[in-house]
Structures are given as structure tokens and as C-alpha cells.
T-cell receptor, first 114, second 113 residues
Framework: DGGITQSPKYLFRKEGQNVTLSCEQN?????MYWYRQDPGQGLRLIYYSQIVNDFQKGDIAEGYSVSREKKESFPLTVTSAQKNPTAFYLC?????????????FGSGTQLSVL | GESVGLHLPTLSVQEGDNSIINCAYSNSASDYFIWYKQESGKGPQFIID?????DKRQGQRVTVLLNKTVKHLSLQIAATQPGDSAVYFCAEKNTGTASKLTFGTGTRLQVTL
């Protein structure tokens, strides 16, 4: 099955701890994205990557970091600098970074603070 | 329609009736629009998209209407079913930019039996 796999589904972070959320896709898509979703709100873009070894800040990048060493993988690290990390995190991909195309989403990771 | 804050606008529809979900977008330069459906605890699923050179597009049981004059988008669901219960988001993309979709806050659709 082709798709986007996010793991873990639930993650707990202690104060001062960095945690990493995994996102893998086997769709052979060039572009990948991370969105944050808070209750009752729309999705906000954290980071995106148009091609391997390249990524750009989105609208709310502070306190987060990413890497894109492989086309299939786009992990997101929530650092201790992110003071309000509790949210639902969604990874997405699209075939081409500049075209008018739909994004395919993973099933999300719920991050909570202990 | 769209709103900000913690409480999503909710549309209650009886099973078998038609549903209309509205969305006001902000950027007149946006040239591509998408509707997504999100069930609780899951990622958004693509429903239908439309480019700015079109006014209407139909899919299976769904129709999207685009009014560029007033920057308004609507999603019509025919013969609404219990499985249609979810939060629906519209998203827009600006011409020439990287594929960064800007999402609305969503509308919750509740289908009553």
C-alpha cells in the first residue's frame, strides 16, 4: 500500500526534553510538510521541504527543527524551546512542490506534555 | 462558515438531505482550492479540488462552487449519510508559491438519523 506513515500515534514529552516525530512516505513524492493542529483550529504550517536536503520554515517554525536526508523521510523534532507543544501533528506530501496539487496526509501524532 | 476560536461552527443535517458547507477565503491571488474531510483522531482526506479558472466542479455526491468575486467557496454534499459526519476544511494556495496550503478553521458536519 502506498501512503504516509506517522509514528508514534501518541507521544508524551517531559519538560526540557526534545522529542522526534517520524514521517515516512512511499509515494515517491518530492515535497513533504509538517502541520500543527490545535483543537477547533485549522492546520498551521511548521516546515516544508521541496526536495531532499532542502527545507523551509513555515508560519510557526520556532521551537521545531527538521531534516530531509532521504526523499522518503521528513522527521520533526519538537525542541525544549517550544513552550506549548501539546497539539496534533500532521505530516503530508505532494508529488511536486510548486504545482497545484493536493496534499496527502498521514494519520497524525498526538503530542502531550507530562 | 468559517470562524476563529475554540468552537467550530457546526452544521446539523438530517440523513438523506443535502449539506452545504461554506468557506470565505482571504487572498484574491489564490488560484487553487481544496476541500478536506477529517474524522476524529485521523488525518485529513482529500474530497475535491478546483482551480480558479473554474466556477464549479462535481465529484461523486459532492460539488464545489467557487465565487471569485466575493472570495467564497462552498462544498455541497448530496444525500448526506452518517459516514459524512466529520470536520470539513477548505484550503487555498497562492499562484506561483510553493505548495503551501492555507487552511480555514473548519466546519463540523453532524448527520442526524
Amino acid at each position: 500500500d502506498g501512503g504516509i506513515t506517522q509514528s508514534p500515534k501518541y507521544l508524551f514529552r517531559k519538560e526540557g526534553q526534545n522529542v522526534t516525530l517520524s514521517c515516512e512516505q512511499n509515494l515517491n513524492h518530492d515535497a513533504m510538510y509538517w502541520y500543527r493542529q490545535d483543537p477547533g483550529q485549522g492546520l498551521r504550517l511548521i516546515y516544508y521541504s521541496q526536495i531532499v536536503n532542502d527545507f523551509q520554515k513555515g508560519d510557526i517554525a520556532e521551537g521545531y527543527s527538521v531534516s530531509r536526508e532521504k526523499k522518503e523521510s521528513f522527521p520533526l523534532t519538537v525542541t525544549s524551546a517550544q513552550k506549548n507543544p501539546t497539539a496534533f501533528y500532521l505530516c503530508a506530501s505532494s508529488l511536486r512542490p510548486l504545482g497545484n496539487e493536493k496534499l496527502f496526509f498521514g494519520s497524525g501524532t498526538q503530542l502531550s506534555v507530562l | 462558515g468559517e470562524s476563529v476560536g475554540l468552537h467550530l461552527p457546526t452544521l446539523s443535517v438530517q440523513e438523506g438531505d443535502n449539506s452545504i458547507i461554506n468557506c470565505a477565503y482571504s487572498n484574491s491571488a489564490s488560484d487553487y482550492f481544496i476541500w478536506y474531510k477529517q474524522e476524529s483522531g485521523k488525518g485529513p482526506q482529500f474530497i475535491i479540488d478546483i482551480r480558479s479558472n473554474m466556477d464549479k466542479r462535481q465529484g461523486q455526491r459532492v460539488t464545489v462552487l467557487l465565487n471569485k468575486t466575493v472570495k467564497h467557496l462552498s462544498l455541497q454534499i448530496a444525500a448526506t449519510q452518517p459516514g459524512d459526519s466529520a470536520v470539513y476544511f477548505c484550503a487555498e494556495k497562492n499562484t506561483g508559491t510553493a505548495s503551501k496550503l492555507t487552511f480555514g478553521t473548519g466546519t463540523r458536519l453532524q448527520v442526524t438519523l
